[in-house]
């Protein structure tokens, strides 16, 4: 018996035009469920945050005051405040800019170019569900990075208003609640400066995870790259 021709008929194959539209509309059809599925999740959260931050003045003071203890005992730290010396020089500051230009965008490959043990120290916090901690960042007096957690965009910190300002005013920061790229979390940040002999040696940067309390902050965008950890 002679076998019948594909060309001639592809409904055998299920490939015939009304197969086809068929299977096209089922893939539209679960496409719309799942959007729905995900605007529906989004809207339900965004529609039960509440804005702890206006609701309650208190809940901010007190995420400050708890974690800046943290920070403050970290930085008395003598293995800290030895990586934290650097030659307040040209040399020191082009080493720093020229870094940042290199600086990886991988979290992993960061670590490979800073203290091991230290950064050891910051995942500790980080990852500790007592707290809140979204990242942890120390530089030295001209804003390089000497250790991080669990990464940063730049090497380079000396341009972001979380260390120029308890740079310059030798007193602590605490910035507003936004989205933070590096870390994917709607969060303020608290630095503290590190003091030795009158001078400014560096500045240990803590970001705040608030994101559960401003769900309804962020944009569509934002939401969806969220990994919302209940602490």
């Known amino acids: 018996m002679r076998r019948p021709n594909v060309q001639q008929a592809p409904e055998l194959l299920g490939l015939c035009p009304a197969v086809r539209r068929r299977s096209r509309l089922k893939k539209v059809r679960s496409l719309r469920r799942a959007t729905l599925a995900l605007f529906v999740t989004i809207t339900v959260l965004v529609n039960h945050s509440i804005n702890a931050f206006e609701t309650d003045p208190t809940l901010k003071r007190s995420l400050i005051e708890s974690h800046q203890y943290q920070l403050e005992q970290l930085s008395l730290q003598p293995e800290l405040r ?119 040696i560096g500045v240990l940067i803590g970001g705040i995870d608030v994101t559960s309390e401003n769900l309804n902050e962020l944009s569509l965008s934002d939401l969806l790259k969220l990994n919302i950890q209940t602490k």
Do not use: C
Not at 98 to 116: G, S
């Open 82 to 200: 030895s990586l934290i010396v650097r030659p307040m020089t040209q040399e020191h500051m082009r080493f720093v800019l020229a870094e940042d230009q290199t600086w990886p965008i991988d979290h992993q490959e960061q670590q490979k170019r800073l203290p091991q043990k230290l950064s050891a120290q910051l995942k500790y916090l980080v990852n500790d569900p007592q707290f809140r901690f979204s990242e942890i960042l120390l530089t030295d007096w001209f804003g390089g990075l000497i250790s991080s957690y669990p990464g940063s965009t730049d090497f380079w910190q000396g341009d972001e208003t979380k260390f120029i300002k308890p740079f310059m005013t030798q007193e602590r920061y605490v910035s507003e609640a936004q989205w933070d790229q590096s870390s994917n979390t709607y969060s303020f940040h608290m630095a503290i400066p590190i003091e030795s002999n009158g001078q400014i």
